[in-house]
T-cell receptor, first 114, second 113 residues
Framework: KAGVTQTPRYLIKTRGQQVTLSCSPI?????VSWYQQTPGQGLQFLFE???????NKGNFPGRFSGRQFSNSRSEMNVSTLELGDSALYLC?????????????FGNGTRLTVT | KNQVEQSPQSLIILEGKNCTLQ??????????LRWYKQDTGRGPVSLTI?????NTKSNGRYTATLDADTKQSSLHITASQLSDSASYIC????????????FGAGTRLTVKP
């Protein structure tokens, strides 16, 4: 079974631009969650989608948004990029139906904002 | 203050030696505690998941323990290998919300030949 796939692997953008990241979950997984990882803050939860609906949201500004399609694939969008948005963005999928569902992470998209 | 504190921040050991990583948390109530291994440039991979009622879980050379009374967990690695070099992240999940997670900052382990 293929793992979680994130594209692109690397991205360089300038301040003020916007960016869209993509995540394809493991087949059959309906929950997709997004995380930001930086050396200073570690891993932080952005949001989670389940069956095309945002089910949970972390403490990030509205510039960070996402969506999920009917095939469970998800996209994350960041608008008006700031230097501090430079990070590794990870997506994880799970069956999502019960507490304790294991998360399966992709290898992330490394975003650099200059 | 982070609700999940990991120690040490980094650790260097020789191949073949054992080591123990610590995770102290203040998250309450919690449903489960997870340990992940993250190789450089890759996403985290689950090592163990323990519910609040479990006190030990093994996965090959990795053994996690949990003391819910003292709110401490440890990850013990036996007979370390070069491939164990990675960051190890402790994650605590609130009992009522599977996505309300608190992440530790991780321990960076380097295994040298």
């Amino acid at each position: 079974k293929a793992g979680v796939t994130q594209t692109p692997r690397y991205l360089i953008k300038t301040r003020g631009q916007q960016v869209t990241l993509s995540c394809s979950p493991i087949s059959g997984h309906r929950s997709v969650s997004w995380y930001q990882q930086t050396p200073g803050q570690g891993l932080q939860f952005l949001f989670e989608y389940f069956s095309e609906t945002q089910r949970n949201k972390g403490n990030f500004p509205g510039r960070f948004s996402g969506r999920q399609f009917s095939n469970s694939r998800s996209e994350m969008n960041v608008s008006t990029l700031e230097l501090g948005d430079s990070a590794l963005y990870l997506c994880a999928s799970s069956l999502g139906q019960e507490i304790g569902s294991p998360l399966h992470f992709g290898n992330g998209t490394r975003l650099t904002v200059t | 203050k982070n609700q999940v504190e990991q120690s040490p921040q980094s650790l260097i050991i020789l191949e073949g030696k054992n080591c123990t990583l610590q995770c102290n948390y203040t998250v309450s109530p919690f449903s489960n505690l997870r340990w992940y291994k993250q190789d450089t440039g890759r996403g985290p991979v689950s090592l163990t998941i323990m519910t609040f009622s479990e006190n030990t879980k093994s996965n090959g050379r990795y053994t996690a323990t949990l003391d819910a009374d003292t709110k401490q967990s440890s990850l013990h690695i036996t007979a370390s290998q070069l491939s164990d070099s990675a960051s190890y992240i402790c994650v605590v999940i609130f009992r009522y919300n599977n996505n309300d997670m608190r992440f530790g900052a991780g321990t960076r382990l380097t295994v040298k030949p």
